[in-house]
């Protein structure tokens, strides 16, 4: 899988890099939401004349809270791009106290809450694949 990672922590998108580097899938990081989704776009602008129903990255994983854009405004922004887009939110949140940002994205986004295992990260991704 090609996986775009945003995570304002360095040593956590290092540690999502490393695991899933080693599981075979190629991953691409990003420090903030709107490094996300200028990648993304960039990204999208590559593969929209290969064709219409191709996603640039198989999985986008989403770090919830984040500077310049949380997880959340990334989703419905890429989202709005690319509705069959794949993504993975995590959270220090339970997923309640997330219901007004992202209600009207339960349908469309999984969700993996903290704290979780990497173990459990590549399980979560390998369910979506």
């Known amino acids: 899988m090609i996986i775009l990672v ?3 922590n ?5 540690q999502y890099k490393i695991v899933l ?7 691409i990081t990003t420090q903030d939401g709107v490094e996300c989704i200028k990648k993304y776009k960039e990204q999208l602008k590559k593969t929209e ?19 310049k854009k949380t997880g959340a405004k990334a989703a419905k922004e890429i989202l709005a791009k690319n509705p069959k887009q794949k ?7 339970q997923r309640w106290a997330l219901e007004d940002e992202t209600d009207d994205l ?3 986004i999984a969700v993996l ?6 173990s459990q990260l590549e ?7």
């Open 106 to 108: 339960v349908d469309k």
């Open 10 to 14: 360095k040593f956590v998108a290092n």
């Open 123 to 129: 399980r979560k991704i390998e369910s979506l694949a």
């Open 21 to 27: 580097e080693k599981k075979g899938h190629t991953v």
């Open 87 to 93: 993504i993975l939110f995590i959270t220090g949140y």
């Open 49 to 67: 004349f290969d064709s219409l129903d191709e996603s640039p990255f198989d999985l986008v994983l989403l770090d919830h809270n984040m500077p």
């Open 113 to 118: 809450e903290k704290p979780f295992t990497l």
């Open 6 to 8: 945003a995570e304002d």
